[in-house]
């Protein structure tokens, strides 16, 4: 039996009382409710930032591709709904789900489609580091990626929303169209023609995105339209 949906899940009073929840942030709380009826049987969901702005927040103006990340590690630093990358892909994990926030028949579950999070990757996913969860990490290898991914971060213009840039990347690898070092440079280059323009390049990302665009191009008369009528 494959994993089934429903039409919500409840949250319980006790979240009133919760340390964890109490010390976000108002975006970030609003956007840990929002996933808490999305979630599965299991207690999972797909973690990817454009996938939780097309399916879980469309209408909220202020949450974005390009911060739903910032605020999904907030959430997972000092909350059990945890945020973590498998596979080069990120997933979402409420832990204690069925104990702390369900009341399921635990035989009516359905099959668990998605990874589990094990505790390996914090920190990890705050680098934006590949990792195996099933497979622990030395210390020495971990330090030598983190220095990577800092020295790529580094070649961003300030202008170029890191969040943005990175979902857009990640977009690419999902529809097998990753980009290489050359196309980045091209790519970069393309959105500084485009902000000369008169565009916003995180607008610009974000449309991409949502549409699974290889390419990158100006924001859509329709798009800006829909934004101002329904946003």
Known sequence: MGNPKTRGRMIKRSISQSEGFAKLSPSAAVLFCMIIPHLSSHGKLNGEPFFIKGEICPRI???TPGNIGRYLREISDVTNMKWFKFKGLRYIHCLNFL?????????????????????????LVHHEVEVEVEVEV?????????????????????????????????MRKQIKKPMKENAIKLAIKKLSELKDNGED?????????????QGLFPVRKERKQWEDKYL
């Not at 990577?148 to 202008?159: A, C, Q, R, T, Y």
């Not at 390049?201 to 665009?213: A, H, R």
Request: no cysteine.
């Open 61 to 63: 103006k202020y949450l």
């Open 99 to 123: 104990k702390n926030h369900q009341d399921l028949n635990i035989n009516k579950l359905g099959n668990d489609l998605l990874p589990t999070y094990s505790g390996l990757t914090p920190e």
């Open 138 to 170: 030395e210390v020495k290898d971990k330090v030598e990626v983190e220095v990577e991914v800092e020295d790529n971060s580094g070649k961003l213009p300030e202008w170029l929303d890191k969040q943005s840039w990175e979902s857009f990347l990640e």
């Open 201 to 213: 390049p995180q607008k610009v990302l974000e449309q991409s995105i949502m549409n699974s665009y």
